[in-house]
Structures are given as C-alpha cells and as structure tokens.
C-alpha cells in the first residue's frame, strides 16, 4: 500500500517551533506581525487569506488583512505595499496572487522590501535561494522538501524528476533540490514525453498547474510522488496535478488537498521568524531540521 505523505504532521511541527519563537519574541517586547494585501475577485485568494489570519490567531501572532477592490490602480497597490515597508510594527508582507491583469505582478512582489517579504519572491530573496545565502526562500518548494523528509527519505544521490519550471515552485526548487545533491531532471511543456522521464524517476515532484496531468500510465510502482499543484474541480473543491487514482500504483504520493498546502501556510510564518531575524529583532531561529 502506498505511503500518503499527509501535510498535517509536518505542520504541526513547524507550527510547534514558531509558537517557541513568538513566545520568545513576547518576551524580549516583540509582538510579530503579519500583513496580508488581497485584491478582491479571487475566490481562493480570499480563502487563502481568511486561513493564514486564523492560523496566526492560534500562534499568538498579530495579522493585519488590507483587502482593495479588483479596478484598485497598480499606483494605489504599490502606494500601500510602501507605506507597510516603512511601518516598523510590521514584519512580514505578503501579497495574494494572482492579481488582476492589469497589475504588474512582478512590479508588485519587487515592491516588498526583501527582509519582509515573508512569500520569498523579491529578486533579492530569490537570489538568495539560488545561492543559499541568508534571505526569505519560497515557501512551497521548502514545503515539498520537508514533506518528503518528514517521511523518512532522502534526496541524495537519487534520480528526481521535477515537472514545471514556473517562477514561484519550479525555478526555486531547482536550486534546493541541487543543494540536496540530487539528481535533477526538469520537464516542461516542451518535453515531448513527460512520462518517459518518470518511469526513469526515483522522486518525482510536480508544480504545474494543470489537474491530471500525471496519470497511471505514466509511472512506475517505487516511484515517491510530491504534488504541489491546486486546481480547482467542477464542484468547486481543489485537486492537483497528479490524477488521485495513481496513489494506487505507486510506492508514495502526497494528497491535494491535505499534502503541500498545509505545510506551506506553516512555513510563511516561519519564514516571518526568519524575517524578524533578518530585520534584527530576537534571534532564535525556527529549527526545520529537528523535529519536522
């Protein structure tokens, strides 16, 4: 029987760190805070956010929502990501995606001064996880590390087959994967035969987007399976990039929902910790490699 990589424990362990930390924070007069901006009209981006403020609730964790309608002009947005950047009582920022076409996405994630940018997607910050050095990496790509580690395997020295190169999950975890010594083989819309590459794979990890788009055709009984992809169904709920029937021909898969995304939320506030650090507030750090 296939082993379900299940997001919850490794949540439940990050989150047990990161209350350590707060707690500590308190102490030294140090009240984290977390501020979100949700441009109105998508509805898993309002999900999304209403999530993350009850998650920081139970960690002890100030969060502030900034919600702006879906005609708000690109000059307003980057307006109140400015005025966060310059309020010492706000650590961390994060800005829901996607946002409305008229908006520069990568105008406005540039906009977040790198140590509060909590979603790791400053140029700054995604050099630093290009290069391992100090910065707030992505959180999704650490989650699917983690989550594989969670449960006992390792990526050194094995064959892994990454599928999507986007610019939040893929391209980031490139560089992770690397500086795990594995093996990476990348695949994208241009790889003719997705499937080949996977029946070849020890790990696969898959970020593209697009439901069913890895089926039981395409691998193989050993193969560890880590799906971050979300996609929503005709009856309004989530599934992910690998067809959920190929749990049942494969030696471990991770579940949409239940898997990544729990995980994820996890690390943005660890990834505030980290942020508080950087802007030299306390300096405990989040331990990721003990108990998770």
Known sequence: MAQAFK???VADA???????????LKAQGHTPKMAVLLVEGDPASYHYAQAKGKAAEKLGIDYELHSFPSDVSEDELLTSIR?????????GIMLELPLPKHID???????????KDVDGLHPQNLLATVA??????????????LLLKHYGHTLAGKNVVLVGRGETVG???????????????VCHSRTPDIGAHLRKADIAFVAVGRKNLVTKDMVHPDLLIID???????????????APDVIDVVAGMSPTPGGVGSVTTALLFANLMQAMRLQNLGTKEVNLNGNV
């Not at 996405?105 to 140590?115: E, V």
């Not at 992809?229 to 992910?240: H, L, M, P, R, S």
């Open 7 to 9: 997001g919850k424990p």
């Open 14 to 24: 990050i989150r047990a760190e990161v209350t350590e930390v707060v707690n500590t």
């Open 83 to 91: 005025q966060l950047n310059d309020d010492p009582t706000v650590h």
């Open 105 to 115: 996405t990568k105008k406005a994630t540039s906009a977040i001064t790198p140590c």
């Open 132 to 145: 391992g050095t100090p910065g707030l990496y992505p959180a999704t790509p650490q989650a699917c590390i």
């Open 171 to 185: 391209l980031p975890l490139i560089h992770l994967l690397l500086r795990e010594n594995a093996t990476v083989t």
């Open 228 to 242: 971050a992809g979300i996609n929503e169904t005709d009856d309004g709920g989530i599934t992910g990039d690998v």
